[in-house]
């Protein structure tokens, strides 16, 4: 299994700003995820995090909005930028455990961002 | 493509009720599958899960059964509990690609009464 902690747990931020989202791993993983919950809504993927490389984006989502950083195995942040109202999501980090399609996902316990 | 079709909530339930919340699946090859839970306020945590076709899933008194045939994976619970008052998620995930990565169905919300 794998212990997943990110910060901030929730924030109010004004519109026009950036929030950065942290997400640290107790153990090494190759890949990491972050998500989009809005509001009564499903989880979006936003963007698969690799150490080493650039992030790999969802459709419609785009790097100027969500830049990521993946500095090494256990760490990274996602940034939501120049924020709207219409940015107010949970923002969720996981990761894979190791084995394939047959392995479950652990996450974190998400930021809940308010834009005002 | 990949995608999860889940049974809209809300769900409201007596204690003790039995519960059934529907899942159907569109996939390419033998995806896993899988339910998450979402206690309010709490990020998700793994409920279940399947692997391949018969695969039954089960924990905390819930169960899924991985249908090939009806491309299904219901959630079951026999008799549920106030505490079980969550969202619910069904996920697949299929081999390919580099992602790895999970689809999600919309969620359901149950709201267990006493």
């Known amino acids: 299994s794998a212990v997943i902690s990110q910060k901030p747990s929730r924030d109010i931020c004004q519109r026009g700003t950036s929030l950065t989202i942290q997400c640290q791993v107790d153990s090494q993983v190759t890949m990491m995820f972050w998500y989009r919950q809005q509001p009564g809504q499903s989880l979006t993927l936003i963007a698969t995090?690799?150490?080493?490389?650039?992030?790999?984006?969802e459709s419609g989502f785009v790097i100027d909005k969500f830049p990521i950083s993946r500095p090494n195995l256990t760490f990274s942040t996602l940034t939501v930028s120049n924020m709207s109202p219409e940015d107010s999501s949970i923002y969720l980090c996981?990761?894979?455990?190791?084995?394939?399609?047959?392995?479950?996902?652990?996450f974190g316990q998400g930021t809940r961002l308010t834009v005002v | 493509g990949n995608s999860v079709t889940q049974m809209e909530g809300p769900v409201t339930l007596s204690e003790e009720a039995f519960l059934t919340i529907n899942c159907t699946y569109t996939?390419?090859?033998?995806?896993?599958l899988f339910w998450y839970v979402q206690y309010p306020g709490e990020g998700l945590q793994l409920l279940l899960k399947a692997t391949k076709a018969d695969d039954k899933g089960s924990n905390k008194g819930f169960e899924a059964t991985y249908r090939k045939e009806t491309t299904s994976f219901h959630l079951e619970k026999g008799s549920v509990q106030v505490s079980d008052s969550a969202v619910y998620f069904c996920a697949l995930k299929n081999y390919g690609g580099a992602t790895n990565k999970l689809i999600f169905g919309t969620g359901t919300l149950l709201a267990v009464q006493p």
């Open positions: 996981s990761v894979s455990g190791q084995g394939g399609t047959n392995t479950e996902a652990f």
């Open positions: 995090a690799n150490q080493g490389s650039e992030a790999t984006y």
């Open positions: 996939a390419t090859g033998y995806p896993s």
